[in-house]
């Protein structure tokens, strides 16, 4: 599919996960802006273009100059050499977001300064379905009218929330949904430990985390509420989170956090 000149689009730089998750997303919300994708393997623009409809640039400069937005969406420790590369291309953008985690704006306007105009965005995989959360946060150089189409462009795929760019690191570690497939696993498995069987503990185990969630969302009570009405003293509930909580539960998450907040700082120095 060939790319008519001049024409302005939503603009990835890199085709992998992320790219084709928002990608996905977007279609699926019914976004009809033009998306292109620039990536170095032609294996993931052709299924990113079979999935999407995306269209493919072949050259790093014109991908960049079509963009009305443009995304970086490569690992943060390929950050630095895109960045190197567009500006050894000549190309000249304008309004940047980039998705890589624990870089923080000042690294990215040292490589590509003005006129680019830096945003950060933590996309959801869950955009992919339009559940996502994506927290975004902006350059002082960055207006309020793109501010306005960068929350716009992520509020297709999900809830966008702009905090301190301070925040991102805590936020990145809090909000992934590994949390749940993870919470999900373990308790299966714990469940399967005293006596259920695999499908049935997968089954009770997804009721307890999603649907009791879900509840709390659509039914407006509050969360110290719902739990004070589960934790009824002398009954199976109460006993059941007393026993996590004296085995160092809340212990235990926080620790998982800190470790994913020093990822994001080492991810910082590359």
């Known amino acids: 599919m060939e790319v008519e000149p001049l024409t302005r689009a939503t603009v990835f730089l890199g085709g992998g996960h992320i790219a084709s998750t928002l990608a996905a997303g977007l279609r699926l ?32 400069r014109s991908a960049v100059e079509r963009a009305a937005v443009l995304i970086v969406a490569v690992r943060p420790d390929s950050v630095a050499a895109l960045l190197h590369e567009i500006a050894a291309c000549g190309a000249r953008p304008g309004l940047c977001v980039s998705l890589a985690a624990g ?44 501010r306005a189409r960068v929350r716009r462009l992520f509020g297709y795929v999900g809830q966008v929330l702009e905090i301190p760019e301070r925040q991102f690191d805590a936020f990145t ?44 969302r659509e039914s407006r009570q509050t969360l110290a509420h719902l739990l004070h009405e589960a934790a ?15 085995s160092g539960y809340t212990r235990v998450m926080a620790k998982g956090l800190k470790a994913g907040i020093a990822q994001a700082r080492r991810n910082a120095k590359t």
Request: glycine share 8%.
């Open 232 to 246: 009824t003293p002398g009954g199976i509930a109460s006993a059941t989170m007393s026993g996590m909580e004296k």
């Open 103 to 146: 870089i923080p704006l000042r690294k990215l306007r040292a490589r590509l300064a003005s006129p680019v105009r830096w945003a950060r965005a933590m996309p959801s995989p869950v955009c992919r379905i339009g559940r996502g959360l994506t927290a975004v946060c902006f350059d002082r150089r960055v207006g309020r009218t793109d």
């Open 173 to 216: 570690t809090t909000y992934s949904s590994s949390h749940g497939y993870h919470a999900l696993a373990t308790l299966a498995k714990a469940a399967q430990s005293v006596g259920l069987d695999r499908k049935t503990a997968l089954t009770a185990a997804a009721h307890a985390l999603s649907d009791g969630i879900l509840y709390w």
């Open 29 to 60: 919300a019914g976004y009809k802006q033009r998306i292109i994708v620039y990536d170095r393997n032609p294996e993931k623009s052709r299924a990113l273009r079979r999935e999407s409809q995306v269209e493919i640039s072949r050259d790093l």
